[in-house]
């Protein structure tokens, strides 16, 4: 009876644990695909949007007419699970005092946050409102997103009025300029919504 012996050579055996390792790599590639780059991107805008959406804060004022992005703020807090607080700035001259009653502004006040109310009822979110008498718009706003560590400040606007060539008045710039959260402006279309008929407005 033959014996044969095997003789294998140290170059020998690295190459075949070489070739071994490569095809291993293959195989593991194979049934492991990298992410495509619209997937990263889908992910990367989901983890994005469950931080920015986690405090809402919709701003009412004079000067900032929000009512049509209450919708719009019900939805996003509703679908994110997010804490809805909208609150209404009243700007006291400085030739009143600091609490002056100014019937007509705070008429207006409870008329918006009571309609803001209404549609968050409607949407079924938790809403919470506030009325704030302050000497500056805008500073009352930054400081009411600090308190309220919020993520997302929603703002709207108006084209009539004072504002009528330039739909963005100067307290909504101030505040988008120096917050410290993301912000949202909404200037409302001759015929958008701004997803209001889908959440039950009646506008």
Known sequence: MS?????????????????????GTT???MLHPPASFVQKLAAEAESSLER????????????????HMMALAAKLARGEKSELHAIYVIEVPYTLPPDAE??????????????????????????????????STKQAVLDIAKRDKANLIILGSYREGRYSGAPLGHVIEEIATDAKCDVLIGVEGKHGTLLGDSLGDPS
């Open 27 to 29: 195989l593991w590639w």
């Open 3 to 23: 014996s044969y012996v095997i003789s294998i050579s140290p170059v020998g055996a690295i190459v075949a644990a070489l070739v071994a390792v490569s095809i």
């Open 52 to 67: 920015m959406v986690g405090s809402i804060i919709v701003a009412f004022s004079p000067e900032i007419n929000s009512s």
């Open 102 to 135: 100014m019937a007509l502004e705070e008429r207006a006040a409870l008329d918006a946050l009571g309609a803001a109310e209404a549609l968050a009822l409607n949407s079924d979110v938790t809403l919470r409102t506030e009325t704030i008498k302050a000497r």
